[in-house]
């Protein structure tokens, strides 16, 4: 039973246009959202995380969208880069960042985002 | 470094045989998670550390699998009778205590094939 899904495995975009990955889960106990980003023979590095409590949050070229009613959520890089090349990973968390119970992440399977020059 | 040290890098054995994993963690990080990504798939949890103690192993596939962290710092993935399904990337990772933004920070990982 998959909690989080990342539907598209992959996606090609040209430099310069937007890039929005999308990430689905199941569990409503999630409250936590995060977006990893992987390069092939290293760990997983943060991107951009978000609350339940917002629907928005803006890092740069890097946003993300949560729609907790409909249990979605979107990453949009504009404008895309050829170094965001890469396996971007959503993830999500349920209760526990900000006490004692730790961070037990759920990830998804991950979409390989290609940016073209 | 200053960040998440895994090794080896990557380790070959043959079926049947016991495999350790060491992961040193960011100096200060209480918190240490150990993941497993099979080829095409999201990290999927292990087992999570507060301090010294397992607080959820809850991911472990079976009693052949075994983690340890005895003075809170360094962790030791064990693996007994390893076998062809074993083969992965074991990622570890550690965080301070409530971090607003929940990020875990991974090591590289050691990739494991069993033969």
């Known amino acids: 039973d998959q909690q989080v899904k990342q539907n598209s495995p992959s996606l090609s975009v040209q430099e310069g246009r937007i890039s929005i990955l999308n990430c689905d889960y199941t569990n409503s106990m999630f409250d936590y959202f995060l977006w990893y980003k992987k390069y092939p023979a290293e760990g997983p590095t943060f991107l951009i995380s978000?609350?339940?409590?917002?629907d928005k949050n803006e890092d740069g070229r890097f946003t993300v969208f949560l729609n907790k009613s409909a249990k979605h959520l979107s990453l949009h890089i504009v404008p895309s880069q050829p170094g965001d090349s890469a396996v971007y990973f959503c993830a999500a968390s349920a209760g526990g960042i900000l006490n004692n119970a730790g961070n037990m992440l759920t990830f998804g399977g991950g979409t390989r985002l290609m940016v073209k020059p | 470094g200053a960040g998440v040290s895994q090794t080896p890098s990557n380790k070959v054995t043959e079926k049947g045989k016991y495999v350790e994993l060491r992961c040193d963690p960011i100096?200060?990080?209480?918190?240490l998670y150990w993941y497993r990504q099979s080829l095409g798939q999201g990290p999927e949890f292990l087992i999570y550390?507060?301090?010294?103690?397992?607080?959820?192993d809850s991911g472990l596939p079976n009693d052949r699998f075994f983690a340890v962290r005895p003075e809170g710092s360094v962790s030791t993935l064990k693996i007994q009778r390893t076998e062809r399904g074993d083969s992965a990337v074991y990622l570890c990772?550690?965080?301070?205590?409530?971090?607003?933004?929940?990020?875990?920070?991974f090591g590289e990982g050691s990739r494991l094939t069993v033969l």
């Open positions: 550390f507060q301090g010294t103690g397992a607080a959820d």
């Open positions: 990772a550690s965080s301070p205590q409530g971090l607003a933004s929940g990020e875990l920070f």
């Open positions: 978000i609350s339940s409590i917002k």
């Open positions: 100096s200060g990080h209480t918190a």
